[in-house]
């Protein structure tokens, strides 16, 4: 059980094109689902929290208009990178969770590469 | 901010040795959680602790909170190459939500 998708696994975009990032919790309902983005032999930074048919909340420094997040139903969250630039390049990493009180469990990731 | 400070930051040793993790707070934390994450794969949840002075072990792998619940540590006995990996502590608080993540300990384990 409490097992985490994510689509694709790895892209490659040109700069100023957009990209999606699929989560899905296969098993499981999940109210809330976060976004970390992590660089190499580094632990993950918390990106936003997203709850189910509401508004993402997003950590200090990350720009919302440029990190899309919806999370329309209980199994799905999506993360866009909008108008991408090589510094986006990043493994980016989503966990799924009961809720606020209960364990993550993260999806496989998914490398991002922006030429 | 609550930050988890997790040590050593990197660990290289010979197959068969043994080897602990820490992770400190200030803050105290609801629960903590400890995860293995190989290269280009997600965090795995090895064991989450919730009572202060709790042990658990997990075969090789034994985990301990502190007893006022800001500590944690990993020790590993008689490490194995498949050990190899990021070795991440996770501190959480049940009314954030949200976890936070220590630097994370990278275990290289030498045949």
């Known amino acids: 059980g409490a097992v985490v998708s994510q689509h694709p696994s790895w892209v490659i975009c040109k700069s100023g094109t957009s990209v999606k990032i699929e989560c899905r919790s296969l098993?499981?309902?999940?109210?809330?689902m976060f976004w970390y983005r992590q660089f190499p032999k580094q632990s993950l930074m918390l990106m936003a929290t997203s709850n189910e048919g509401s508004k993402a909340t997003y950590e200090q420094g990350v720009e919302k208009d440029k990190f899309l997040i919806n999370h329309a139903s209980l199994t799905l969250s999506t993360l866009t990178v909008t108008s991408a630039h090589p510094e986006d390049s990043s493994f980016y990493i989503c966990s799924a969770s009961l809720g606020l009180s209960y364990e993550q469990y993260f999806g496989p990731g998914t490398r991002l590469t922006v030429t | 901010t609550q930050l988890l400070e997790q040590s050593p930051q990197f660990l290289s040793i010979q197959e068969g040795e043994n080897l602990t993790v820490y992770c400190n707070s200030s803050s105290v934390f609801s629960s903590l959680q400890w995860y293995r994450q190989e290269p280009g794969e997600g965090p795995v949840l090895l064991v989450t602790?919730?009572?202060?002075?709790e042990v658990k072990k997990l075969k090789r792998l034994t985990f301990q909170f502190g007893d006022a619940r800001k500590d944690s540590s990993l020790h590993i006995t008689a490490a194995q190459p498949g050990d190899t990996g990021l070795y991440l502590c996770?501190?959480?608080?049940?009314?954030?939500?949200?976890?936070?993540f220590g630097d994370g300990t990278t275990l290289t384990v030498k045949p």
């Open positions: 996770a501190g959480r608080n049940t009314n954030a939500g949200k976890s936070t």
């Open positions: 602790v919730v009572t202060g002075g």
């Open positions: 098993d499981f309902q999940a109210t809330t």
